[in-house]
């Protein structure tokens, strides 16, 4: 215990003074054998000193401590027995309360009760009542409803009802040190009350249990006071009393037994409504012990009233026995109560309160009867008290809502719970946010800015928000912008404080209102001021892109997302387009806030659109103008599609209907762009067991497909004004071909049988166009259709009938099967081993061997300026496998030969067969016979296709020969590869010498480089003792760079062979 507590002061010497005069006018008895009605004639020194006490004390709550010190002081005095004098030199050093216990006479409890009604504390009183030990708080409230009982006066019985009535308000809370003080020294001395204070010990009530099994305090205390009114209750004359009397009953009786339900709390406008009527019958009532009192008293108090805590419920005996009473006060009282509540005067407090527990005693009381199996006095009891509440409420409950509290208390009434933090206040939060009466006066913005705190709700925000709109909307006066402004800012600093989880819940809110514009067309602060925020939020951000600014960029940019949802998201995607490498960042920005996955309806409610797709289309889609932009835009939309740590906020569907489906039409400048984007969302893996597919018309998706393939067969004689995908697309059509019919299942088809009339009206389509393309759909045809293809196909391959059918085709006549064939090979790897498989040449025939070697030739030349480049890869392949099997014959001259190299060429012998067949494929190509078959945009195709194989020839020559600087025995692998090099520069040049166009250099020159680099390294490697005459033999043949027409070519290679020391003549002028 702090000694302080008990220390002696001025205080308690002023106290001491008032004692010792009342000491002396109570001669010749002493103070603690004061009785009751002597109190008038002694008590006035003690409440003079009380008095000048708080005169002296410089602030109400120094005032309000004193009074509790001194209800303390006189408590414990009594409580506690002088010490022996034996015990007075140890009582100095050991009893902190001994020093101000002996300045106080010794007094009793009448001297302690008059004391505390004097100060109009029963409060207090309850508070320190409440902290003494079971037996002895029972104890002294047994003293003081004997002493209430006894000689009652009106003011005793105002005293007694007001300690019932905190008795049953009190919560538990935090101590008040003196009071913790008290209740630390009582259960220190461990005291029994002093029975030597003119008062006989207090009779056991009838039914009151032994000491060995006390109840639970609250409820003996609250026993306790039900017998205290059976005591006095024939000494309540007024009407008032009666009304505190009955309420403080009928109260107990509902909350602190078994007929209160489990209910849930008052709605909260409900409760605003009744603190607001109590206070409002306080102003109006001058007999009110608050009628004086400000307005956070009053609704503290009201409060208080309003939230009782049921600390302990009543046995069933003890609460049948509490109805009875009531129900015979009722019948004692009831005339009269009728009279006081229909009287002209109108409610008070107290009858007020009967009538409002009464309300709830009476349904309380119906639920009981409905779920109890009762006896019969016990129903009898029931049944009585039912009726004789109905009787009373039935004149008088309408006077419970007829009264008219008017806007201004009901929202001061608000304000204050708020300001004070009282109970349910988060809750009035809601309803200040709201209330449309309340909003924008002096107050209400005064209350806003100074409890901003209270309102970090994103609830409360969008409610002050949705409040801030309709006011901006309504009012447009220069006072009411004022306002709007300091409004707007103290709401977004509301917003700002959220977390981040927080703050998407706001926007999702802002958004399902206000759409995209957010709050930018509603508030004219927004208006002025965003676009210079914007500006300098992302300068900021821009400047300073790292993965630690990412939560201050994120914090930021959410300050712009509530304001105008829309246009940051557009600057976002701008941005991301156009600020090299800042997409990653921007696009980890934007997947922070998953509220922006919003669907819009406009005009057509029935096809909701997502906004972040809508803001990519109207600020980025048809305006990305260099591949960068492109490749920029297809990262950022993928890092949406598939955030690493976030939700997604744009769907594979949703992409795929804005920026696929529209522009899948060969003349659309965006269908590059389109389908890489297509390719990309077909790679999202679907969240849902059905496939997102389903919902973007996946048979006429492929059919746009087929058709866009179906125009590569005209690719080289389209329009030379009208648009048409590369080349290079036409591997990524086939890849997202191949991918759908992966995905496009039956399970996407509503049912059975709508998939295979799907498959037909497809198969119908597809009819039309090139006969390859329904190869192409074989896994998504499965066993519905067999592979239709040319009839000449089937005279060299033996192709299974069950699974292969024939079609008639104009442009397939005899001798076209081979061609057939190749087209075939190219669809797919799978397909293509199949035709390898089934071909039939007879290699013991050398005549069929002879036919079918120059068939392939043609037929390769005729294929090759139509194929992609994986499939010619895939062609590249049939030729390599037919060389090795010997069913194709290309005989290699020795046009480039000089002397029989005396070498081991047979592992390179099909390296060279290939190259010798690039040539003769381009002799027959740029022949006469075919000089006008190919457009000169035609040529560079051609040659990127051939250089490749070139590349992957030299790859594969060197795989075989090894490194350089590990040739074999005698430098044998050198000297192959240098031959071979040689070989393959020389059928280069001469293709080269034989293209009718310019503008194909560039290709031919990379390759040219490539193959002289190998010969370089191979070259100088051989240490062989014919070395130098070999490299004079080869210098014919690279000198031959000279008959290049190519003037580009030619000066490089020159360049070149220079380095080499192959070459010393100057190139001709």
Known sequence: MDPGLWGVGE????????????????????????????????????????????????????????????????????????????????????????????????????????????????????????????????SELE???????????????????????????????????????????????????????????????????????????????????????????????????????????????????????????????????????????????????????????????????????SMAKLSCEELFVGLAFLCSLLHAWGEELQDTLNSSEGLCYESYRLLDTLTTLGKNLVCFSETRDLGENETHVMLELTQLTKDLLKENSASLKSKDLGTSLVSSVAMTIIEQQLDRHMEMCSIFASEKTWVFSKDWVDCLVKNKALFQKPELVLKLLETLVNFAMSCQDKEAQELQVQVTKAVVECYTELPLADKNKVIS???????????????????????????????????????????????????????????????????????????????????????????????????????????????????????????????????????????????????????????????????????????????????????????????????????????????????????????????????????????????????????????????????????????????????????????????????????????????YGPGSGLLAWMECCCVSTALRETMLVLLTVNVDNPEEVNLFSKGFLVALIQVLPWCSHSEWKRLMHVVENLLRREVLHVPYTLEYVQFMPLLNLRPFA??????????????????SSCSTWLPAEAWLHVVQLYCSSLTDLLGSVKSVAGSPSHPGEDGASTQEVSFICIQMFCHLLHVAAMLPEKGCSEPLVVVALEILSQYEAFSSADRSPSTTLRRANERHFLESVTDVSDQALRSTLLQKLGKLGACSAEEPA
């Open 910 to 927: 099909c390296y060279l067969q290939f190259s010798v067949l690039f040539l003769r494929g381009f002799q027959l190509l740029c022949s």
């Open 11 to 138: 205080q308690t010497a002023v106290l001491q003074g008032g004692f010792l005069l009342a000491a002396r006018l109570a001669q010749p008895r002493p103070l603690r054998e004061l009785r009751k009605a002597e109190w008038a004639r002694v008590g006035p020194p003690v409440t003079d000193a009380l008095q000048e006490i708080g005169a002296r004390c410089p602030s109400p709550l120094q005032h309000s401590r004193w009074k509790r010190e001194a209800v303390a002081i006189v408590w414990a005095k009594v409580l506690l027995p002088e010490p022996p004098t034996a015990s007075l030199d140890q009582g100095w050093e050991e009893d902190d309360f001994f020093s101000v216990g002996r300045m106080i006479p010794e007094v009793n409890h009448t001297v302690l009760f008059e004391l505390v009604k004097a100060l109009g504390e029963p409060r207090l009183f309850v508070q320190l009542l409440l902290v003494l030990p079971q037996d002895v708080g029972r």
């Open 509 to 811: 809110g802002v958004l399902a209102s206000w759409g995209g514009p957010g709050l930018f067309l509603k508030l004219q602060i927004v208006m002025e001021e965003f676009q210079e925020d914007l500006n300098v939020t992302f300068n900021q951000i821009t400047k300073s892109v790292s993965d630690e600014g990412l939560t201050r960029a994120v914090a930021s940019v959410a300050r712009l997302m509530l304001l105008y949802p829309e246009a940051t998201v557009k600057h976002i995607c701008n941005l991301a387009v156009i600020n090299l490498g800042a997409h990653h960042f921007l696009a980890q920005i934007l997947c922070s806030f998953p509220a922006l996955n919003f669907l819009e309806t406009h005009d057509d409610p029935g096809k909701p659109c997502s906004l972040v797709v809508r803001c990519l289309e109207e600020a980025v889609w048809g305006r990305l103008s260099t591949v960068r932009e492109e490749e920029q835009f297809l990262e950022f939309l993928a890092f949406l599609l598939q955030p690493s740590s976030a939700a997604p906020l744009v769907t594979p569907a949703e992409v795929t209907k804005a920026f696929v489906l529209p522009y899948l039409k060969s003349d659309s400048t965006q269908i590059e762009l389109s389908l890489q984007i297509l390719s990309k969302v077909l790679g999202v893996q679907s969240c849902s067991e059905e496939h997102w597919i389903k919902s973007c018309h996946p048979f006429p998706l492929l059919l746009s497909l087929c058709k866009l393939l179906d125009g590569y067969t005209k690719y080289w004689h389209q329009p030379k004004d009208q648009f048409f995908p590369s080349l290079e697309t036409k591997d990524l059509i086939l890849n997202i071909l191949c991918q759908l019919c992966e995905v496009v299942r039956p399970e996407t088809a509503p049912s059975p049988e709508l998939w295979v009339q799907s498959l037909a009206w497809l198969h119908r389509k597809v009819a039309s166009l090139d006969w390859t393309i329904g190869l192409r759909l074989k896994k998504l045809y499965g066993d519905h259709f067999k592979n239709e293809v040319p009839a000449t196909l089937f005279e060299i391959c033996m192709l299974p009938e069950d699974k292969w059918t024939s079609q008639p085709l104009p442009a």
């Open 143 to 309: 003293h003081l409803v004997e002493y209430i009982a006894s000689e009652t006066s009106p003011s005793d019985t105002r005293f007694f009802l007001d300690v019932w009535w905190e008795v049953m308000k009190h919560k538990e809370e935090q101590e008040d040190k003196t009071i913790s003080a008290f209740s630390t020294l009582i259960h220190q001395h461990g005291c029994e009350s002093s029975l030597d204070d003119g008062l006989q010990p207090p009779k056991r009530f009838k039914g009151d249990p032994g000491s060995l099994n006390d109840p639970p305090a609250a409820t003996s205390l609250l026993m306790v006071l039900v017998e205290g009114l059976k005591q006095t209750y024939r000494s309540i004359t007024q009407p008032r009393m009666r009304c505190y009397a009955l309420a403080n009953l009928v109260e107990l009786l509902s909350v602190f037994t078994e007929l209160e339900p489990e209910s849930s709390p008052l709605p909260v406008a409900e409760y605003l409504y009744k603190v607001s009527f109590v206070v409002s019958l306080w102003n109006s009532d001058t007999e009110s012990q608050f009628h004086h009192s400000g307005l956070d008293e009053k609704v503290k108090e009201a409060e208080r009233s309003m939230s009782l805590l």
